[in-house]
């Protein structure tokens, strides 16, 4: 009779789902329920010699397929350098213009508007009043 090569199997005693074989006897190591736990009773010595039984070999739990790694990022707790980079140019474009602003301001203050000076008679006289002595 060939020999089943080691692995979970059919418990011989019915006291578990499945006992492991190590390719020469029965061990103590048990399964049931998908919990794995050492059998507190030594099996006989004469059985834990019988191999297990051809196609009792548990079955062997389905391969699922792999999930891709799960990449986690953590948010750092400072300013990214985009942000960083936008704040500086919106500085600088507050910078450039004030600096035109105020320029432009100085301008205005050395150059003096004056409002023309009209000599021109009002085109509508009227003559004046003559008064009579008593």
Not at 66 to 78: D, E, F, L, W
């Amino acid at each position: 009779m060939a020999q089943q090569p080691r692995g979970w199997y059919n418990d011989p005693t019915s006291n578990f789902v499945y006992r492991y074989w190590d390719g020469t006897q029965w061990t103590n190591q048990v399964s049931s329920g998908g919990n794995t736990s050492t059998d507190p009773e030594a099996m006989d010595p004469s059985a834990a010699k019988t191999p297990p039984v051809p196609g009792s070999a548990a079955p062997t739990p389905t391969q699922t397929p792999a999930q891709p790694p799960v990449q986690v990022t953590q948010k750092s707790s400072g300013m990214g350098a985009g942000v960083m980079i936008g704040l500086l140019l919106a500085a600088l474009a507050v910078i450039v213009l004030v600096v035109v602003l105020m320029n432009n301001a100085s301008d205005d203050s050395s150059t003096t508007t004056v409002a023309p000076v009209t000599t021109e008679a009002p085109a509508t006289t009227q003559a004046p009043d003559t008064t009579t002595a008593p």
